[in-house]
């Protein structure tokens, strides 16, 4: 009920390891930052070299950095929409780092195909996988891993958290010390809160058990599919099942709930049939 398996379909994921060895899901919250500075191969410090702050539209292709003659194709990048092409060939694969987005360190990578807007601030480490989207004002701030496919939104901020594929935050939204499993969807303004107001350890009681976490700050697990609607807030340590739906100004109390749940507030929960 509460193993990583139960949460996500891990098969396609690449840093699928993150959650081996981990009798509940929210022990590969532990592991994060270990497990990124194992394996982390940065690769954008070469963007850095007249500090942090890019002072031009970069394109960055098979680990080199093109700051001319290009000329980009604006698309989805979630979709392969996003091209570049020089001197009337496309770049495949080519990432693009827009002037004014900002790298405080060296310890960040970046995989193909992503963009990062204007505006965008990435802390290391982190790992930022494939056609990615990090969105204008987007701040990254550390021991985040996210996958392919996936969108850090406009002002959402992230910081001990992983977005496993095709997770998205597009819009004012938090993610603190949560994990976002595949195809999760936060509508607009979600904040997943970390810190109970008491800053005390977050346990949680499960069919009368009791669970100790050890985690003093712990936002939330959402399954695969999960979709939360706007100006959802849910307290520390909501662990949500796959498919399950939150209606929108919906305060989500810190529990768990399986899946396939309809989650209309702290008394209002229904299951649905999936088709």
């Not at 919250?29 to 394996?39: A, M, V």
């Not at 690769?43 to 003659?69: H, P, Q, W, Y």
């Not at 990435?122 to 701040?139: C, D, H, L, M, S």
Request: aromatic fraction near 8%.
């Amino acid at each position: 009920m509460l193993k990583p398996d139960n949460f996500f379909e891990l098969s396609e994921f690449q840093h699928k390891v993150l959650f081996d060895d981990t009798a509940f899901v929210w022990e590969a919250l532990t592991k994060l930052k270990s497990y990124i500075k194992s394996l982390i191969t940065p690769n954008i410090a070469s963007l850095r070299k007249d500090g942090v702050m890019l002072s031009r539209t970069c394109v960055f292709f098979k680990g080199e950095v093109i700051d001319r003659g290009f000329e980009i194709e604006h698309g989805d990048a979630t979709k392969e929409g996003l091209k570049v092409f020089m001197a009337g060939r496309e770049l495949k694969g080519a990432s693009v780092f827009y002037a004014g987005s900002v790298f405080f360190d060296d310890n960040i990578s970046i995989g193909e195909g992503t963009v990062v807007e204007p505006g965008a601030l990435i802390k290391g480490p982190v790992i930022i996988g494939r056609n990615t989207e990090v969105r204008q004002g987007a701040y990254i701030r550390g021991n985040c891993l996210v996958g392919d496919r996936c969108v850090v939104g406009h002002t959402t901020e992230m910081k001990n958290a992983v977005m496993l594929n095709d997770a998205k935050a597009g819009h004012f939204a938090y993610i603190g010390d949560s994990i976002l499993g595949n195809n999760v969807n936060l509508g607009a303004g979600t904040k997943l809160a970390n810190l109970k107001i008491s800053g005390s350890e977050v346990k949680l009681k499960i069919e009368g058990r009791l669970y100790s976490t050890g985690l003093r700050k712990f936002g939330a697990v959402l399954g695969d599919d999960v979709e939360t609607g706007c100006n959802t807030v849910t307290s520390p340590g909501a662990l949500l099942g796959k498919r399950c739906l939150v209606y929108p100004n919906t305060s989500v109390p810190g529990k768990y709930y399986p899946p396939l749940q309809v989650i209309r507030g702290a008394v209002s929960v229904k299951s649905y049939k999936h088709k």
